[in-house]
């Protein structure tokens, strides 16, 4: 049955005059008095949702403000996870398995006229462009800036395609059209991290214990294009999972994260930050510098219980210490995880379908909340639950796969807000709008 507990509201009456103003007018400095064209132009809009159904190619474009679905794309084949571009107003829809990435555009932007900032908002539209290439499948971002999709290649065909870096920005994306890329010399499993004009992607040593990378190498955009700089010293074996913020990036490996500082445009130093197990995510928040979650499994089907495990990374110290979570349990495996718009909070959903936050309080993590049946009944193999975070207000929502239900909560407290009906089993979900 339908069950909401809803707190979106109506546009009040001086957002709906900036919404008609910014319908009205399509460009600044046109000329004339318009003392408008001055002054910031703010929509007050909560953005609009992406969201995937499973094994199929539709993708719903969700209206916070109306709290409708306000359109449906058909992709051109299911994709296999949705994201957000770097300036938070296209989706990108990843179609791994068939070499290929389209976009959305959700119709949310912000510009920046110089004097001012001008908001706009109108309906969505599929964006005439698709981006090729040999399985894409990690996406990295420099956040409000570029982002990377790093192509894994395909060892598995004759000839092999090679493994592959495809830069982009939202300005990009409007133009249709790459800002830079680059090609590997092998397919490989890896990564492709852009800060300001460096990339750092991935090599494997001769010696590798596994198919994954053992190491990062250093290239600078030269153009469209990028030349290679060095090979970092640090060895990173079983290499997975990456994420930038601020001077640094970090780095999943088998004996802990490796950690990136960028010292300047052009320059990095490295190091390990050992941990008891493997890490194979790396979790972050552009307002949080210089802090990561490192996300490791301890356990396995054969020698269990398996149990999702949390590290605080500190990159400027070089340290790390244990995450823990409310409640947590030996046992406890992650669902989902994401940080809200703050970057204070990092919430999980679990296995059971409880909601548990950690809060970065006085440069250090206490417990947060433990919200118990935020998503009732877990499914039992994928989709799982997957989550957003609202850039705009403290909402976080949550995919519900067996309810077919979009949840809403309030990222402070973790109280759940709303449950809406979508009709269809959601997989993946991404926000798109003007962060506040």
């Excluded at 090729?132 to 395609?161: C, E, L």
Aim: glycine share 10%; charged share 15%; aromatic share 6%.
């Amino acid at each position: 049955m339908h069950h909401t507990y809803s707190t979106f509201t109506k546009l009040p009456r001086r957002s709906l005059l900036a919404l008609a103003a910014a319908a009205l007018v399509t460009a600044c400095g046109g000329g004339g008095n318009d003392d408008h064209e001055h002054t910031n132009t703010v929509i007050d809009t909560a953005g609009r949702l992406a969201i995937a159904e499973n094994a199929a190619t539709g993708v719903r474009v969700f209206d916070l403000d109306s709290k409708t679905v306000a359109a449906t794309y058909t992709m051109d084949n299911a994709p296999s996870a949705l994201y957000t571009s770097p300036g938070g107003r296209y989706v990108v829809a990843m179609q791994r398995l068939q070499d290929k990435v389209q976009f959305i555009d959700s119709g949310i932007w912000q510009e920046d006229h110089g004097d001012h900032l001008h908001d706009y908002k109108q309906a969505s539209a599929l964006v005439n462009w698709t981006l090729t290439g040999s399985r894409p499948t990690h996406y990295d971002v420099q956040a409000g800036r570029q982002a990377a999709i790093f192509m894994d290649g395909n060892s598995a065909i004759t000839p092999i395609q090679n493994a592959g870096v495809r830069l982009f920005t939202d300005a990009s994306i409007a133009a249709k059209r790459l800002e830079a890329s680059m090609d590997l010399t092998v397919p490989i499993h890896g990564l492709g991290e852009p800060v300001g004009n460096k990339l750092l992607t991935v090599s494997r040593a001769a010696d590798a214990t596994t198919t994954l990378p053992t190491h990062l190498e250093l290239y600078q955009r030269n153009g469209n294009g990028y030349t290679y700089q060095r090979q970092l010293d640090t060895r990173c074996e079983g290499m997975h999972g990456s994420l930038s913020t601020g001077n640094h990036t970090a780095v999943g490996c088998n004996n802990g994260v490796m950690v990136v500082t960028h010292t300047s445009a052009t320059a990095v130093t490295d190091r390990m930050v050992n941990t008891p197990l493997r890490v194979g995510t790396i979790a972050g928040h552009p307002k949080l510098t210089g802090q990561f979650v490192g996300i490791g499994t301890e356990g396995t089907a054969a020698a269990p219980p398996v149990t999702t495990r949390f590290f605080a990374i500190d990159a400027v110290a070089g340290t790390q210490t244990a995450l823990n979570l409310p409640g947590w349990e030996a046992g406890f495996v992650r669902r989902a995880h994401a940080f809200d718009r703050s970057g204070t909070r990092f919430a999980v959903v679990d296995h059971q379908g409880s909601l548990r936050t950690a809060v970065r309080q006085s440069g250090a993590w206490t417990a947060g909340v433990a919200v118990t049946g935020v998503v009732p009944a877990m499914p039992t193999a994928a989709p799982w639950p997957a989550i957003a975070v609202n850039q705009a207000k403290d909402e976080f929502y949550v995919t519900d796969p067996v309810a077919k239900q979009l949840i809403t909560v309030n990222s402070q407290t973790g109280a759940v807000i709303s449950r809406t009906d979508l009709g269809f089993v959601p997989s993946s979900i991404t926000w798109t709008g003007i962060a506040r």
